[in-house]
């Protein structure tokens, strides 16, 4: 396989990669990337569509990092890495005396990078990202944050990476379950969904109610989001007192519409800090 020494390499190549790969595509990106899975046909689909070289032989593909991107689910982080530690652990070929610097980035939810650094230990340096699915279109949102000792040519490097398939915003990690469950585009799927099947149930064809709600969610907020006017602002025009929209609205809050909302995203929270327990390294 040639591929670069210096390259981006996802370990794991499940749907966050694959949405990834498909928003570079779609941004010309050229530099190096490869692609590890333990299962062979998802590297040869990988491959496949987006012409990425893949390596299916782990430690080979840690050897060519120059950024490891973690992709696999929370539950297999662990075990991943301590397949790798050995291979991160010795000294810069052909350089006495210095340690190997690897810089890496998780991708799994609600694994802190406490953990993750006493899965590996001082050779690596650690870096966390959360990327919206919606990268696949060029319109994504990476959350990023980085230990302390992470590099500031490598929070470069990390930064600019997932900029190349929309925006980027570092979160203090204290904050990033919050940010996680609040920023999923499964919110707007959701809604949609609920949205559209209420519009059938009041008679209107299956399309008509598809579009009525993809108009309601989705144009509504991007006019919000191109123009001048506050959200507030926009709430007030589109929901007059005493109208039509306003008694919808209203109906919404007091079935306990918020509260819903809030009781969600603290299940999520819940989800991630279970994640975070049961991914601290066993002691020794």
Not at 25 to 35: K, S
Not at 47 to 74: C, F, N
Not at 122 to 131: C, G, N, T, Y
Request: proline share 6%; aromatic share 4%; charged share 20%.
């Amino acid at each position: 396989m040639a591929a670069a020494r210096k390259a981006i390499v996802f370990l794991g190549g499940g749907r966050i990669t694959a949405a990834l790969l498909a928003g570079l595509r779609l941004a010309h990106y050229r530099g190096p990337i490869v692609v590890h899975d333990r299962n062979p046909h998802k590297l040869r689909a990988l491959q496949k569509q987006y012409g990425v070289s893949t390596e299916p032989d782990l430690t080979r593909a840690v050897s060519l990092a120059g950024l490891l991107i973690v992709a696999v689910r929370p539950s297999d982080v662990l075990g991943l890495l301590e397949r790798i530690r050995p291979m991160v652990a010795g000294h810069v070929p052909h350089s006495p005396g210095k340690k190997r610097v690897v810089l890496a980035c998780s991708l799994a939810a609600g694994i802190p990078l406490v953990n993750l650094r006493a899965a590996l230990g001082p050779p690596v340096r650690w870096s966390r990202a959360m990327p919206s699915p919606v990268a696949r279109a060029g319109r994504g949102l990476t959350a990023v944050a980085f230990e302390r000792v992470f590099p500031r040519a490598g929070r470069k490097l990390v930064e600019q990476f997932f900029a190349r398939v929309g925006s980027v915003l570092e979160v203090p990690e204290s904050k990033f379950d919050a940010f996680m469950v609040t920023f999923s585009p499964s919110h707007g799927y959701h809604a949609l969904t609920a949205l559209a099947q209420a519009g059938t149930e009041l008679g209107l064809t299956r399309e008509a109610a598809s579009l009525a709600a993809t108009h309601a969610l989705a144009d509504g907020i991007v006019a919000w989001r191109e123009g001048k006017e506050s959200l507030a602002e926009l709430l007030r025009e589109a929901a007059t007192p005493g109208g039509i929209a306003a008694a919808v609205m209203n109906a919404m809050n007091a079935a306990g519409h918020a509260r819903v909302i809030r009781r969600g995203l603290q299940a999520g929270v819940v989800r991630a800090r279970k994640n975070a327990t049961a991914s601290r390294p066993r002691s020794p």
